[in-house]
């Protein structure tokens, strides 16, 4: 809600496109990412639609405001932000974001692995991964990124982990509309 803040993302985004010649500037929320409590955004979380789209609306907001105003002035750049954390389902009054915007989706295959039904669960998500996904297809011109973190586990430890039917799975589903896939 920030107008400061607005106005220091364009100028940055901006900078990052005259100056580096960047194709594409992220604006993603880093992660603990805190919902802000002044006056202009109380009121704009979502606890309605649970922990996965808590602050979707109030994010996605930002991203296409930020974008739009980027598409006026560098329509060959692209605006970058994954559905992550409490922003993972998509926003509620967003059908179609402005055409430089790329979405990716964190934990798209990775987290609720090997055992599906008691992950969404855990993880706050009351349907599967490849319903969230299909959810976002349709809203941004460009096919959607996925970005893995195969060696967190369900078990909280941060050991290497490997589950091969669950990733062929995963990308067979997606094989016709990722533009890819970052594995951490």
């Known amino acids: 809600s920030s107008e400061g803040l607005f106005e220091a993302t364009l100028r940055f985004a901006r900078a990052l496109f005259d100056v580096y010649d960047a194709r594409v500037v992220s604006v993603m929320p880093e992660d603990g990412f805190r919902f802000c409590q002044c006056d202009l955004c109380r009121g704009k979380d979502r606890p309605e639609r649970g922990r996965k789209g808590l602050y979707s609306d109030y994010v996605w907001e930002f991203v296409e405001r930020v974008a739009r105003e980027l598409h006026r002035t560098h329509p060959d750049r692209t605006v970058f932000c994954s ?9 509620t009054h967003i059908e179609r ?71 062929d799975a995963g990308i067979k589903a997606q094989a016709d509309g990722a533009l890819g896939e970052f594995l951490e």
């Open 83 to 91: 559905s992550y954390g409490t922003y993972t389902l998509p926003p």
């Open 97 to 167: 974001f402005s055409p430089n915007v790329r979405i990716g989706i964190v934990h798209g295959r990775g987290w609720y692995f090997p055992d599906p039904p008691i992950q969404y669960i855990l993880r706050g998500l009351d349907r599967s991964v490849m319903d969230v996904r299909r959810d976002w297809q349709g809203r941004t011109a460009f096919p959607l990124f996925n970005w893995e973190h195969y060696p967190f586990t369900h078990l909280g430890t941060f050991e290497p982990v490997y589950f091969l039917h669950a990733i």
